[in-house]
């Protein structure tokens, strides 16, 4: 008889002796293994009578030994005497997948456990017990065992660290020359450490020319260094073109423009004002371009930075410029006080009085404003002449500036003209008048302007416009000319309309003289007229 047991589940089988050495499968959990020759029965003592009121055998060890199915036949070499492998605890708690079995097979009839039962069966939760127990022995061994001699190995590291380190070659014998010969220590296989390179300094240049050639490098360092050093180096005459060149240069770099244009203002001249005026259009650096033709003398420049003032979103920083820059940027700023943009206007005209600028100044910007293309412009400086004070000295200049708006096909702009003549017109500008005489809306105005300048060149065309109105005006004026139109006023006594010649009539007895008697009368008027004329040729006479 053998006693088997199922490595998997452990389930226990006694077999009868034909089976031993052989593979055979577990009724419980389908598993096949190999049943050991060397597990025969143990013999047991005749238990007592109080052990068989006690203890309840299972149906599995009463019975005879049963037989399972055979897989193969192992020779005993194949025997081996390997204990069963452990299941795992979780292993329990699985269902256990049973292998088909046939309608005719012997099954083992289990029957219903007692307390009794559970005690007997608990045998085997105390092989894991001590298996376990038995497991957790040698880790704490090694676990031990490691820490021992972590602490050995310290303290040896210690003891060797306090004592005195032998010098190689110390006890070598000392050649001719008093010197020990070096021993190499073998124990020290490490490589020597990699030295830290460190770039030497860069040297600052010696001369303006030195610097120019860093500034030209690509090197940013070199670059930084040759700025540095201009920075802090006076500025000499000789050598400004050579540095503002250089510097010039560099414009392009983005990290070198700011500094670049800064010394810029140090060393910069007229030349380098292009450079600058060409980076007001990119949107990054249009401040720092700015700031830089606001510290350069030069007049081109203050006329760049004055430009500014009509750009959107720079008005300010201009007028910060502009008032840094001073009285050199008058003439520049002047221009801009006729301009469309009432802001601009108004900080044009902030800027000249802080300038403490003459009237001078800015009649002439507005006279140069009114040849402007802009109609805006031009209108603006006509409205502002219109306002001032006669200036003699720019009385010419302005006239013929407006003389040129009378053509312009803009109504306003005519009429803004008209108005500004009444103060600056001279007799050259009668022609240009008179020929505005045909225009109903400006007539009275340049009536009353040829009126005031007393132009020969006007009593003719006024005399022919006596039926146009205003004809009480033009009879002032023609009065007013005296015998100087006499022949001109004669004109009208032919007039097919009464009213004209009894207005030609009215002039004539004011201004005229024995000849314009007896072209009344041949001309057949009225007879009050006639007796009216010899009472007032006799009080002439």
């Known amino acids: 008889m053998i006693q088997a047991n199922c490595p998997h589940c452990l389930t226990s089988y006694r077999l009868p002796d034909s089976q031993g050495g052989k593979r055979v ?168 450490p990699t030295p830290i390179i460190r770039p030497d300094p860069i040297a600052p240049p010696q001369d303006a020319t030195s610097a120019a050639v860093m500034l030209r490098d690509m090197n940013p360092e070199r670059r930084r260094v040759a700025l540095d050093w201009l920075e802090s180096t006076p500025v000499r005459d000789a050598d400004r073109s050579t540095v503002s060149r250089a510097l010039t240069s560099i414009l392009d770099d983005p990290q070198s423009r700011r500094k670049a244009v800064q010394l810029l203002s140090k060393w910069g001249s007229g030349e380098n004002v292009p450079a600058l005026v060409a980076l007001l259009d990119d949107s990054h650096s249009w401040q720092v371009a700015l700031d830089g033709l606001s510290r350069i003398e030069d007049d081109e420049a203050a006329e760049a930075v004055a430009r500014q003032l009509t750009v959107s979103g720079r008005l300010f920083a201009a007028r910060l410029r502009l008032s840094r820059i001073g009285k050199r940027a008058e003439k520049h700023v002047a221009k801009y006080l006729f301009h469309r943009d009432d802001n601009v206007r108004r900080t044009a005209e902030s800027l000249l009085k802080g300038y403490g600028t003459t009237g001078s100044v800015v009649m002439e910007q507005a006279a140069a404003a009114l040849e402007l293309p802009d109609e805006d412009i031009k209108r603006s400086a006509a409205e502002w002449l219109a306002k001032q004070n006669l200036d003699p000295e720019y009385q010419d200049k302005v006239a013929r500036s407006l003389e040129g708006l009378l053509t312009d096909s803009d109504p306003r702009m005519k009429q803004t003209a008209i108005r500004a003549l009444d103060r600056w017109a001279t007799k050259d500008n009668v022609k240009a008048l008179v020929g505005l005489l045909d225009n109903n809306q400006l007539r009275p105005a340049v009536v009353a302007i040829l009126g005031r300048l007393k132009d020969d060149q006007a009593i003719a065309p006024l005399a022919l416009r006596l039926h146009l109105p205003p004809q009480d005006q033009i009879a002032l004026v023609l009065v007013s000319y005296g015998s100087k139109a006499e022949k001109a006023v004669q004109v009208q006594l032919t007039n097919t309309e009464p009213v004209i010649r009894q207005l030609a009539c009215r002039i004539l007895a004011q201004i005229g003289t024995n000849e314009s008697r007896t072209v009344l009368i041949n001309s057949r008027t009225s007879i009050a007229t006639e007796r009216s004329w010899p009472r007032r040729g006799r009080r002439r006479r």
């Open 25 to 192: 499968r577990c009724k419980t959990c389908s598993a096949a293994f190999l049943v050991d020759q060397s597990e025969e029965v143990p013999v047991l003592e005749e238990a007592s009578e109080a052990d068989l009121r006690t203890t309840v055998k299972r149906p599995s060890q009463e019975g005879s030994s049963e037989e399972l199915p055979v897989l193969e036949e192992v020779p005993a070499t194949r025997v081996s005497s390997a204990p069963p492998r452990l299941r795992r605890r979780e292993d329990d708690a699985r269902p256990v997948r049973r292998a088909p079995r046939d309608e005719d097979e012997d099954q083992p009839i289990r029957r219903r456990t007692t307390p009794d039962d559970d005690r007997e069966e608990s045998g085997g939760g105390g092989m894991g017990v001590l298996f376990g127990a038995v497991a957790g022995i040698l880790v704490l061994l090694v676990v031990g065992g490691g820490l021992a001699w972590f602490f050995a190995t310290r303290s040896d590291n210690q003891q060797a660290s306090t004592e005195p380190v032998e010098q190689p070659g110390a006890g070598a014998p000392i050649d001719d020359g008093g010197q020990q010969p070096v021993v190499p220590d073998d124990k020290d296989k490490r490589p020597p």
